[in-house]
Antibody, heavy 120, light 110 residues
Framework: EGQLVESGGGLVQPGGSLRLSCAAS????????MYWVRQAPGKGLEWVAC????????YYLDSVKGRFTVSGDNAKSSLYLQMNSLRVEDTAVYYC?????????????WGQGTLVTVSS | QSVLTQPPSVSAAPGQKVTISCSGS????????VSWYQQHPGTAAKLLIY???RRPSGIPDRFSGSKSGTSATLDITGLQTGDEADYYC???????????FGTGTKVTVL
């Protein structure tokens, strides 16, 4: 049974930086695409970024390109999201999720989420 | 602004059926697999349907998915109070090179 645990959220001023971590267990981390999904207060789900298990491919939401960087450490079974030049509109609960067994992307395991608040 | 459109809300009495639509385009729903998620307040989302119509282990057959052209549908039959939640469709968008979620639908059990 897979498990994902996020950490690293908190309060940061606009223009600041934060690094989120997601510790994975119960499955072979390197064999899966991994995703970051966020949810602003009272809003819907929004995909942020994803990375292939071997790190050879990465994709980003347009509004975070050039500011956010997704990475993974297979030795530590961990996923990261480096967030720079943070904006008020980046305020959200950030979830990491694992790609499921389907032919298309789908998220079968989710973490509990970590709250990022960008405010002065 | 999501490229996948869902009705904001649907409702029905216990035991009845609700249908949630997810309307997209040829760059997303029309040519890629659709998944569906259930989210209760304050919790992470849960995968209900993947690859348009397949259920993960443990998901009851009261939940079913289908796709036709550029629209997908989630049906919930035998509605239960525990089904009150927000529901989201999602799929890859080949033009955006991004995963997109639907606008979300709140299901209310009357």
């Amino acid at each position: 049974e897979g498990q994902l645990v996020e950490s690293g959220g908190g309060l940061v001023q606009p223009g600041g930086s934060l690094r989120l971590s997601c510790a994975a267990s119960g499955f072979t981390f390197s064999g899966y695409w991994m995703y970051w999904v966020r949810q602003a207060p009272g809003k819907g789900l929004e995909w942020v970024a994803c990375i292939k298990g071997d790190g050879s491919a990465k994709y980003y939401l347009d509004s975070v390109k050039g500011r956010f960087t997704v990475s993974g450490d297979n030795a530590k079974s961990s996923l990261y999201l480096q967030m720079n030049s943070l904006r008020v509109e980046d305020t959200a609960v950030y979830y990491c999720a694992r790609d499921g067994v389907g032919a298309g992307p789908d998220f079968d395991y989710w973490g509990q989420g970590t709250l990022v608040t960008v405010s002065s | 602004q999501s490229v996948l459109t869902q009705p904001p809300s649907v409702s029905a009495a216990p035991g009845q059926k609700v249908t949630i639509s997810c309307s997209g385009s040829s760059s997303n729903v029309g040519n890629n697999y659709v998944s569906w998620y259930q989210q209760h307040p304050g919790t992470a989302a849960k995968l209900l349907i993947y690859d348009n119509n397949r259920r993960p282990s443990g998901i009851p057959d009261r939940f079913s998915g289908s796709k036709s052209g550029t629209s997908a549908t989630l049906d919930i039959t035998g509605l239960q109070t525990g089904d009150e939640a927000d529901y989201y469709c999602g799929t890859w968008d080949s033009s955006l090179s991004a995963f997109v979620f639907g606008t979300g639908t709140k299901v209310t059990v009357l």
